[in-house]
């Protein structure tokens, strides 16, 4: 069992940057897959961006070289920062780690981020 804590989300203006944090319970890199989703109000729950188990990083088309995930393998913390956030980037960010060996997912609580003038 994996837990998951984000941290990092607000209230920030149109352009301006912030960066997210997900903090695990135990070692997750090499070994897992890692990721940031969001879901914004009455919409499903997307993918932003993902490390996946072959170390190779996906992201939605509407990242657009916007945000980038990074990874503490010491502090066993992953990390999204976003740069020029839109309105439409408003939604609550969720963690998610993936073991490959079995593909158990476990999920943080999700932190809200809000994008208004």
């Known amino acids: 069992q994996v837990q998951l804590v984000e941290s990092g989300g607000g209230l920030v203006q149109p352009g301006e940057s912030l960066k997210l944090s997900c903090a695990a319970s135990?070692?997750?890199?090499?070994?897992?897959?890692m990721g940031w989703y969001r879901q914004a109000p009455g919409k499903q729950r997307e993918l932003v961006t993902l490390i996946n188990c072959g170390g190779n990083t996906v992201h939605a088309d509407f990242v657009k070289g916007r945000f980038t995930i990074s990874g503490d393998n010491a502090k066993n913390t992953v990390y999204l920062e976003m740069n020029s956030l839109k309105p439409e980037d408003t939604a609550v960010y969720y963690c998610?780690?993936?073991?490959?060996?079995?593909?158990?997912?476990?999920w943080g609580q999700g932190t809200q981020v809000t994008v208004s003038s």
């Open positions: 998610l780690t993936k073991r490959c060996s079995n593909g158990n997912e476990y």
């Open positions: 135990a070692s997750i890199f090499r070994r897992y897959a």
